[in-house]
């Protein structure tokens, strides 16, 4: 039905630049707010970044001044521009989406299946 797809992970030096990009198709009316999560080896998922509908950003504290979340309604993407990478934001990034299928019908998440990002000299 929705497919999220992440991609632009991979192995960075410290104090480098990834950008990720997440592409969302299949039945969609709208989409509300989009997000991108990580989960390291042995720890819970958590929030990285997400953005309203109208572009209104939130960020986890860890990555604030850092990253940078956008979006393009028009194209169904969302994308995080990660500067100044740390060994400590190695991780699984995922992707989700509050996605809208039908008119007048609560929104259902969904999620990518994960881009690993790999911070290491």
């Known amino acids: 039905q929705v497919q999220l797809v992440e991609s632009g992970g991979g192995l960075v030096q410290p104090g480098g630049s990834l950008r990720l990009s997440c592409a969302v198709s299949?039945?969609?009316?709208?989409?509300?707010?989009m997000g991108w999560y990580r989960q390291a080896p042995g720890k819970e998922r958590e929030l990285v970044a997400t953005?309203?509908?109208?572009?209104?950003?939130t960020y986890a504290d860890s990555v604030k001044g850092r990253f940078t979340i956008s979006r393009d309604n028009a194209k169904n993407t969302v994308n995080l521009q990660m500067n100044s990478l740390k060994p400590e934001d190695t991780a699984v990034y995922y992707c989700?989406?509050?996605?809208?299928?039908?008119?007048?019908?609560?929104?259902?998440?969904?999620w990518g299946r994960g881009t690993q990002v790999t911070v290491s000299s």
């Open positions: 953005i309203t509908r109208s572009g209104t950003p």
């Open positions: 299949g039945r969609i009316i709208s989409i509300a707010d």
């Open positions: 989700t989406a509050g996605v809208y299928q039908a008119v007048g019908s609560a929104f259902a998440q969904y």
